[in-house]
Nanobody, 123 residues
Framework: QVLLVESGGGLVQAGGSLRLSCAAS????????VGWFRQAPGKEREFVGV????????YYADSAKGRFTISRDNARNTVYLQMHSLKPEDTAVYYC????????????????WGQGTQVTVSS
């Protein structure tokens, strides 16, 4: 497992942008697939996007396509979620998660989770 810590959340107006960071411990971080998920009050945790270990492959939920971009800097043990054109329905706690296998959109496939960071988008 790897220890993950998210940061960068906050309050933003609709149409604005935020960049979330997911900092990881461990020298083998480059071997992990990292996914982003979010959970709004009263809703199930949902998939946002995922990046493979090398950073060459990403996959996004339909709600994120064209607005969100995931990247990683393995030298800094950090994965980023850049969010543009934010909408009130993007309001949620955002989590990063890691797994040492293929990319997956299923939360149960991930072994390590961060504590989450709150994103609030006002209308």
């Amino acid at each position: 497992q790897v220890l993950l810590v998210e940061s960068g959340g906050g309050l933003v107006q609709a149409g604005g942008s935020l960049r979330l960071s997911c900092a990881a411990s461990g020298r083998t971080f480059r071997e992990y697939v990292v996914g982003w998920f979010r959970q709004a009050p009263g809703k199930e945790r949902e998939f946002v996007g995922v990046i493979n270990w090398g950073g060459s492959g990403t996959y996004y939920a339909d709600s994120a396509k064209g607005r969100f971009t995931i990247s990683r800097d393995n030298a800094r043990n950090t994965v980023y979620l850049q969010m543009h054109s934010l909408k009130p329905e993007d309001t949620a706690v955002y989590y990063c998660a890691a797994r040492s296998w293929d990319i997956s959109a299923k939360p149960n496939d991930y072994d390590s989770w961060g504590q989450g960071t709150q994103v609030t988008v006002s209308s």
